[in-house]
């Protein structure tokens, strides 16, 4: 069961209290209609499935019921990072340092 | 006789404390302190199973959660009955009643076995499949009789009459196993002051120093025990979990811990007690001390009752006071294996031989047996067993490990026990529970744990620290470096004094050489609880199944609850041989949760019963069952289904509130039905955009039905929606889309719209909503309210506040039933005094309560979708005959817009909803039955829709459905057929959706 801070919270909650809603940072286009259905179809249905760093939109449920992000390595699962709607990820390679992002969750258990 | 494998002294056992229990229908004694399996040896019970397969006559091999064959059924009654126990991890207890899962006629005079042993070579790795494979039908039935005949234990018929539950917890340092370095880790993090959980899967902490020779600062290694467990007892911060083994590693340090809390005080817990608790535990760090196990050699008829682990021979020695036999015979390829003979010799029992793997070893223990004048047989194994129920002699010949050759005839020794070490593996399962892959290192022989990302520690054997001052002083580092590195100040300690030992390197000797070739030397078991032998395993890489996973799979090797304990480096070491390549190379299957198998108890906790699934009722609920309601239940909620009266039936009660609401005045519960409030001055905007119509022009005091669609244009959910204020709306949904819904609203304010100033607020549970309708409900609703119910000052699709029962309240104007109908909303805690009221009045107008079962044909009548029922997440509102509720030239995109102008949802012949009305009235399409244009066409025939909801009969005499159809609203008028499993043919005519009142006459007047 995965422990998760909530960045509205500022706290690390548990699993059971949240829901993924899938892959983060897919705008919906400003302009639907303008959109082909190719186009249309790959911003309803086609995700990403990386090996590794992944952004997701995760929702504190049964808290705050606030909708944040959250970079999560899809072979450790490891949760680098969580981050309000709005903001962009620190940690966005193998090259960032996820020490910092982690460091920032603070390690109350 | 009893007990005649007692030893006359020592063990951890209470002498005087005698205990009688039966195996298999056989009365038997054992000592408090005994495991069954320690006091099964004690009284020389031999077998206790038969294996899986072939059927062979099993005894037990081992002294704790490795054990294969010991695989007991327990319970004195039917209700207690356990499955599945290991009797080596069984506490004894007074009354124990324990049976052996598999063999008939008995596990002594067993018929399959000869089966077995004709059909062994019949019966190669793969066999169900090969044999069982045709005619794929009958699958079923054979599978019945092999499980039958595998026998693995069976599951209560009676309810369990224990209590389970579960526990939370936080904790600095997390420590699993209670051995040396277990033990060492927790003085170390305990004295630092960190909150300490210590779990051991054995009956009393000190793992492997409760049975060893060593001394510990000059004195028994369990007085060391006793001493470290007192002082860790004194410490407020630390939690002992002993009979507690933590079965899974989950992510981010979240263990589970399974604990035996009554399971060794008897037939059931003690009243008022828990008997099995699962601990959830969060670790800021996890220190494993899980420590070997030991491996056994394998070579022919290893499986006989009489050949066991060495190190379990030394456990029921020194722990237990048993032997397991008189005359031992040991096969090892290390030097720790040598304690084994010392404690055999020690208890004055007779050691035949040692056969050593290795040249020339001087070890100490070596050297200490030789000065003991035990016979030591180099270069040598015992290359195979002999003996029908027991062993009666072992056959030790000189072997070439290089070249996997035996290079003497040998000869056959005389004995009844025949212990075996191989080397030890270290326990990785919770290491690689997450997916870690572990490393194979050639100087011990073994598997550590790899590098991983959880926040742990390895410690001990499992690190393949294995000489016993060595894993002292890694577990206590281990447990200094937890604790630091958890924000804890360690403290200095000093480890006990342990005699330094001479050790030499093990050999790396698996499968032992048979004069034979595998493939016809007797047979040499690899896994025995699955009964996967070294041939097996060749043949499956010859056969092709390379990989580790599939060798498993294909053999069974390291399946059941043995899960790669004692058979897994082995099976790996013949799989690679036969391949020609290394044990890394071949690599090692998955470890997954659980360690040990948990009882289904344990998971549920109180889970179970009236507490399996929270339970949501009405403010109205107790009138209903005080009104004769029968329930149905609709996500989480009750609701009343039907109110029979005297004797009726569901046909008959329905049709008789059918006909109440359609004549006079119906009374439905309404309110689990979902409600959002809504407010901000972005209200009605965010609205614009989330329904599939306009909301710009709803008027204060209006509401309006409205769709909502997924951005892929699929409608989703329904409700009306009430302007309440300018700025705040009352959002009605379906009863089971309320959370769904809410979540939709919140995900694009937030995340798309964050500009938009909109608020929700779930208030489902905060009104009561009682729907009065019928042509009478204007009259009934007139005499409880102070509201103006003209037609015209409170016309169709508007709501007013005002007192109704004299409690105050919102009443809307809409109707799910075709007929003049109210939604009286109430606070919930007043709404039972507001019904009571109703009822009395509504006696002078046969007011009827009804249920969902007649709401659902009076809607249906009137063409009304439920969604979810005549909808599935593939239909657009055009799908649906409901064009005219989408906004066509809204000026922003909604929610389903573009979606539904895709290619596919504008082409003709999509499924359309219409209404069928079989051609004979008394035929009832079921609801789901699939529907073609042409009967009478080949198989597959080409369907062309199905029907969504069905009902018997409508107040118009005749049964009737709605269906989706391809092209189905231009073809009103023709035939669908719709083909039953019994070969018959219901024929109906596609005909308009709404079947009663289509101009809607009598809900707007």
């Given at each position: 069961?995965?422990?998760?801070?909530?960045?509205?919270?500022?706290?690390?909650?548990?699993?059971?209290?949240?829901?993924?809603?899938?892959?983060?940072?897919?705008?919906?286009?400003?302009?639907?209609?303008?959109?082909?259905?190719?186009?249309?179809?790959?911003?309803?249905?086609?995700?990403?499935?990386?090996?590794?760093?992944?952004?997701?939109?995760?929702?504190?449920?049964?808290?705050?019921?606030?909708?944040?992000?959250?970079?999560?390595?899809?072979?450790?699962?490891?949760?680098?990072?969580?981050?309000?709607?709005?903001?962009?990820?620190?940690?966005?390679?193998?090259?960032?340092?996820?020490?910092?992002?982690?460091?920032?969750?603070?390690?109350?258990? | 006789?009893?007990?005649?494998?007692?030893?006359?002294?020592?063990?951890?056992?209470?002498?005087?404390?005698?205990?009688?229990?039966?195996?298999?229908?056989?009365?038997?004694?054992?000592?408090?302190?005994?495991?069954?399996?320690?006091?099964?040896?004690?009284?020389?019970?031999?077998?206790?199973?038969?294996?899986?397969?072939?059927?062979?006559?099993?005894?037990?091999?081992?002294?704790?959660?490795?054990?294969?064959?010991?695989?007991?059924?327990?319970?004195?009654?039917?209700?207690?009955?356990?499955?599945?126990?290991?009797?080596?991890?069984?506490?004894?207890?007074?009354?124990?009643?324990?049976?052996?899962?598999?063999?008939?006629?008995?596990?002594?005079?067993?018929?399959?076995?000869?089966?077995?042993?004709?059909?062994?070579?019949?019966?190669?790795?793969?066999?169900?499949?090969?044999?069982?494979?045709?005619?794929?039908?009958?699958?079923?039935?054979?599978?019945?009789?092999?499980?039958?005949?595998?026998?693995?234990?069976?599951?209560?018929?009676?309810?369990?009459?224990?209590?389970?539950?579960?526990?939370?917890?936080?904790?600095?340092?997390?420590?699993?196993?209670?051995?040396?370095?277990?033990?060492?880790?927790?003085?170390?993090?305990?004295?630092?002051?960190?909150?300490?959980?210590?779990?051991?899967?054995?009956?009393?902490?000190?793992?492997?120093?409760?049975?060893?020779?060593?001394?510990?600062?000059?004195?028994?290694?369990?007085?060391?025990?006793?001493?470290?467990?007192?002082?860790?007892?004194?410490?407020?911060?630390?939690?002992?979990?002993?009979?507690?083994?933590?079965?899974?590693?989950?992510?981010?340090?979240?263990?589970?811990?399974h604990e035996r809390l009554a399971d060794h005080l008897g037939d059931r817990a003690p009243i008022g007690q828990v008997r099995q608790r699962m601990h959830?535990?969060?670790?800021?760090?996890?220190?494993?001390?899980?420590?070997?196990?030991?491996?056994?050699?394998?070579?022919?008829?290893?499986?006989?009752?009489?050949?066991?682990?060495?190190?379990?021979?030394?456990?029921?020695?020194?722990?237990?006071?048993?032997?397991?036999?008189?005359?031992?015979?040991?096969?090892?390829?290390?030097?720790?294996?040598?304690?084994?003979?010392?404690?055999?010799?020690?208890?004055?029992?007779?050691?035949?031989?040692?056969?050593?793997?290795?040249?020339?070893?001087?070890?100490?223990?070596?050297?200490?047996?030789?000065?003991?004048?035990?016979?030591?047989?180099?270069?040598?194994?015992?290359?195979?067993?002999?003996?029908?129920?027991?062993?009666?002699?072992?056959?030790?010949?000189?072997?070439?490990?290089?070249?996997?050759?035996?290079?003497?005839?040998?000869?056959?020794?005389?004995?009844?026990?025949?212990?075996?070490?191989?080397?030890?593996?270290?326990?990785?399962?919770?290491?690689?529970?997450?997916?870690?892959?572990?490393?194979?290192?050639?100087?011990?022989?073994?598997?550590?744990?790899?590098?991983?990302?959880?926040?742990?520690?390895?410690?001990?054997?499992?690190?393949?620290?294995?000489?016993?001052?060595?894993?002292?002083?890694?577990?206590?580092?281990?447990?200094?470096?937890?604790?630091?590195?958890?924000?804890?100040?360690?403290?200095?300690?000093?480890?006990?004094?342990?005699?330094?030992?001479?050790?030499?390197?093990?050999?790396?000797?698996?499968?032992?050489?048979?004069?034979?070739?595998?493939?016809?030397?007797?047979?040499?078991?690899?896994?025995?609880?699955?009964?996967?032998?070294?041939?097996?395993?060749?043949?499956a890489t010859r056969e092709g199944f390379e990989s580790v996973e599939h060798v498993k799979r294909y053999t069974a090797l390291g399946f059941g609850t043995?899960?790669?304990?004692?058979?897994?480096?082995?099976?790996?070491?013949?799989?690679?041989?036969?391949?020609?390549?290394?044990?890394?190379?071949?690599?090692?299957?998955?470890?997954?949760?659980?360690?040990?198998?948990?009882?289904?108890?344990?998971?549920?906790?109180?889970?179970?019963?009236?507490?399996?699934?929270?339970?949501?009722?009405?403010?109205?609920?107790?009138?209903?069952?005080?009104?004769?309601?029968?329930?149905?239940?609709?996500?989480?909620?009750?609701?009343?289904?039907?109110?029979?009266?005297?004797?009726?039936?569901?046909?008959?009660?329905?049709?008789?509130?059918?006909?109440?609401?359609?004549?006079?005045?119906?009374?439905?519960?309404?309110?689990?039905?979902?409600?959002?409030?809504?407010?901000?001055?972005?209200?009605?905007?965010?609205?614009?955009?989330?329904?599939?119509?306009?909301?710009?022009?709803?008027?204060?005091?209006?509401?309006?039905?409205?769709?909502?669609?997924?951005?892929?244009?699929?409608?989703?959910?329904?409700?009306?929606?009430?302007?309440?204020?300018?700025?705040?709306?009352?959002m009605t949904t379906t009863t089971g889309g309320a959370a769904r819904v809410l979540q939709w609203l919140e995900i694009y304010q937030q995340t798309e719209?964050?500009?938009?100033?909109?608020?929700?607020?779930?208030?489902?549970?905060?009104?009561?909503?009682?729907?009065?309708?019928?042509?009478?409900?204007?009259?009934?609703?007139?005499?409880?309210?102070?509201?103006?119910?003209?037609?015209?000052?409170?016309?169709?699709?508007?709501?007013?506040?005002?007192?109704?029962?004299?409690?105050?309240?919102?009443?809307?104007?809409?109707?799910?039933?075709?007929?003049?109908?109210?939604?009286?909303?109430?606070?919930?805690?007043?709404?039972?005094?507001?019904?009571?009221?109703?009822?009395?009045?509504?006696?002078?107008?046969?007011?009827?309560?009804?249920?969902?079962?007649?709401?659902?044909?009076?809607?249906?009548?009137?063409?009304?979708?439920?969604?979810?029922?005549?909808?599935?997440?593939?239909?657009?509102?055009?799908?649906?005959?409901?064009?005219?509720?989408?906004?066509?030239?809204?000026?922003?995109?909604?929610?389903?817009?573009?979606?539904?102008?895709?290619?596919?949802?504008?082409?003709?012949?999509?499924?359309?909803?219409?209404?069928?009305?079989?051609?004979?009235?008394?035929?009832?399409?079921?609801?789901?039955?699939?529907?073609?244009?042409?009967?009478?066409?080949?198989?597959?025939?080409?369907?062309?829709?199905?029907?969504?909801?069905?009902?018997?009969?409508?107040?118009?005499?005749?049964?009737?459905?709605?269906?989706?159809?391809?092209?189905?609203?231009?073809?009103?008028?023709?035939?669908?057929?719709?083909?039953?499993?019994?070969?018959?043919?219901?024929?109906?005519?596609?005909?308009?959706?709404?079947?009663?009142?289509?101009?809607?006459?009598?809900?707007?007047?």
């Amino acid at each position: 069961m995965l422990h998760i801070f909530c960045p509205h919270c500022g706290e690390l909650r548990s699993e059971e209290e949240f829901h993924a809603a899938g892959q983060a940072h897919i705008p919906r286009p400003l302009e639907p209609n303008a959109c082909s259905d190719e186009e249309w179809g790959d911003y309803m249905f086609f995700r990403d499935n990386p090996r590794g760093l992944h952004h997701e939109l995760w929702i504190h449920a049964a808290g705050c019921r606030q909708y944040f992000n959250a970079t999560r390595d899809t072979v450790t699962y490891e949760i680098l990072e969580t981050y309000p709607i709005g903001a962009k990820p620190q940690v966005t390679g193998k090259g960032a340092s996820p020490q910092l992002a982690v460091s920032g969750q603070g390690e109350k258990v | 006789m009893s007990q005649v494998y007692r030893l006359s002294n020592g063990g951890r056992i209470d002498r005087s404390s005698v205990l009688n229990f039966t195996f298999n229908g056989q009365s038997y004694q054992g000592y408090a302190g005994d495991t069954l399996a320690a006091a099964l040896l004690a009284n020389g019970v031999d077998i206790v199973g038969r294996s899986f397969k072939y059927s062979r006559p099993r005894g037990i091999i081992a002294a704790g959660c490795e054990e294969p064959n010991a695989i007991l059924q327990i319970g004195a009654s039917e209700a207690t009955q356990v499955p599945n126990v290991r009797a080596t991890q069984q506490a004894l207890y007074a009354g124990l009643v324990a049976t052996s899962t598999n063999g008939w006629p008995s596990v002594n005079t067993d018929v399959m076995g000869i089966l077995g042993k004709v059909g062994g070579k019949l019966m190669p790795p793969g066999f169900y499949y090969k044999t069982f494979m045709y005619p794929q039908s009958f699958w079923m039935t054979y599978e019945k009789y092999i499980r039958k005949a595998a026998g693995l234990g069976r599951a209560p018929l009676e309810n369990d009459p224990d209590s389970y539950d579960y526990m939370s917890h936080h904790c600095d340092v997390l420590i699993v196993g209670a051995g040396p370095a277990g033990l060492a880790a927790a003085l170390a993090a305990g004295r630092s002051g960190a909150r300490v959980i210590l779990a051991d899967e054995q009956e009393e902490f000190g793992g492997s120093l409760l049975d060893s020779r060593e001394s510990l600062d000059g004195k028994p290694a369990a007085d060391w025990v006793a001493a470290v467990v007192a002082e860790l007892k004194g410490m407020p911060e630390v939690l002992l979990l002993p009979r507690a083994t933590v079965n899974g590693y989950h992510d981010h340090n979240f263990l589970t811990i399974h604990e035996r809390l009554a399971d060794h005080l008897g037939d059931r817990a003690p009243i008022g007690q828990v008997r099995q608790r699962m601990h959830r535990v969060r670790a800021k760090r996890v220190v494993l001390a899980t420590g070997t196990h030991e491996r056994p050699l394998v070579y022919g008829n290893n499986d006989v009752p009489g050949n066991m682990l060495a190190g379990a021979v030394s456990t029921y020695v020194r722990r237990y006071g048993v032997a397991p036999g008189r005359k031992l015979v040991l096969s090892t390829n290390n030097d720790h294996a040598y304690r084994v003979a010392l404690d055999w010799h020690d208890a004055g029992l007779k050691v035949v031989a040692v056969a050593d793997a290795r040249h020339n070893p001087r070890g100490s223990l070596v050297e200490e047996a030789r000065a003991k004048g035990i016979r030591i047989l180099t270069s040598s194994a015992v290359i195979e067993s002999r003996g029908s129920k027991h062993v009666t002699a072992a056959r030790v010949a000189a072997i070439d490990v290089q070249a996997h050759a035996v290079t003497s005839p040998g000869e056959w020794l005389d004995c009844d026990l025949v212990a075996t070490s191989g080397g030890y593996s270290p326990v990785v399962h919770l290491a690689s529970h997450l997916g870690g892959k572990p490393i194979w290192r050639d100087d011990i022989l073994g598997f550590v744990p790899g590098e991983a990302p959880q926040k742990r520690v390895c410690v001990g054997g499992i690190n393949g620290v294995f000489g016993l001052a060595d894993a002292l002083a890694d577990g206590f580092e281990g447990g200094v470096r937890a604790a630091s590195e958890a924000g804890f100040k360690a403290v200095e300690g000093l480890l006990p004094k342990v005699l330094a030992r001479q050790e030499e390197a093990t050999l790396g000797l698996f499968q032992v050489p048979h004069d034979r070739n595998t493939a016809r030397a007797p047979k040499q078991f690899v896994d025995q609880q699955n009964d996967v032998t070294a041939a097996a395993i060749e043949l499956a890489t010859r056969e092709g199944f390379e990989s580790v996973e599939h060798v498993k799979r294909y053999t069974a090797l390291g399946f059941g609850t043995d899960q790669g304990k004692l058979g897994n480096i082995n099976g790996l070491a013949i799989a690679a041989r036969s391949m020609g390549i290394t044990i890394p190379e071949m690599g090692t299957t998955m470890f997954r949760p659980n360690y040990t198998p948990v009882t289904f108890g344990a998971v549920a906790g109180r889970h179970c019963g009236h507490l399996f699934e929270p339970v949501r009722f009405t403010a109205l609920h107790a009138w209903h069952v005080k009104n004769g309601a029968q329930f149905e239940d609709v996500g989480q909620w009750k609701r009343p289904w039907y109110f029979p009266k005297g004797a009726e039936d569901i046909h008959a009660a329905v049709a008789r509130e059918c006909q109440a609401v359609r004549d006079s005045v119906g009374l439905l519960d309404a309110s689990t039905l979902g409600k959002i409030d809504i407010q901000g001055p972005d209200a009605r905007e965010f609205l614009n955009r989330i329904y599939t119509n306009a909301w710009t022009k709803l008027d204060v005091g209006k509401a309006r039905y409205g769709l909502m669609c997924k951005e892929d244009g699929m409608v989703f959910d329904d409700g009306v929606t009430a302007c309440l204020a300018d700025n705040h709306f009352l959002m009605t949904t379906t009863t089971g889309g309320a959370a769904r819904v809410l979540q939709w609203l919140e995900i694009y304010q937030q995340t798309e719209w964050p500009d938009l100033k909109v608020y929700f607020t779930s208030v489902t549970d905060h009104w009561a909503t009682l729907t009065l309708s019928g042509p009478n409900s204007r009259k009934l609703l007139g005499e409880v309210t102070d509201i103006d119910l003209d037609k015209d000052a409170f016309p169709f699709m508007s709501w007013k506040e005002g007192l109704v029962g004299g409690v105050p309240a919102r009443v809307f104007r809409i109707s799910f039933t075709g007929e003049l109908s109210y939604e009286v909303n109430i606070q919930a805690n007043y709404a039972m005094g507001v019904l009571e009221k109703i009822a009395e009045v509504g006696k002078q107008y046969n007011l009827t309560p009804y249920g969902t079962e007649t709401m659902h044909v009076l809607r249906a009548e009137k063409g009304f979708i439920i969604v979810g029922q005549d909808t599935d997440g593939s239909m657009t509102p055009d799908d649906l005959n409901m064009g005219w509720c989408v906004g066509r030239t809204k000026p922003f995109s909604w929610i389903g817009w573009r979606g539904m102008n895709r290619e596919d949802c504008v082409r003709d012949n999509r499924k359309q909803l219409v209404g069928l009305k079989p051609v004979d009235p008394s035929k009832w399409l079921p609801e789901g039955a699939q529907l073609v244009f042409d009967p009478k066409q080949p198989i597959p025939m080409d369907m062309v829709g199905h029907v969504t909801s069905s009902y018997a009969a409508n107040s118009l005499g005749y049964s009737f459905a709605l269906a989706v159809v391809k092209g189905g609203l231009k073809r009103m008028g023709e035939r669908v057929f719709s083909p039953q499993a019994d070969g018959s043919v219901i024929e109906a005519e596609i005909c308009a959706s709404v079947f009663f009142d289509p101009k809607g006459d009598r809900q707007n007047i």
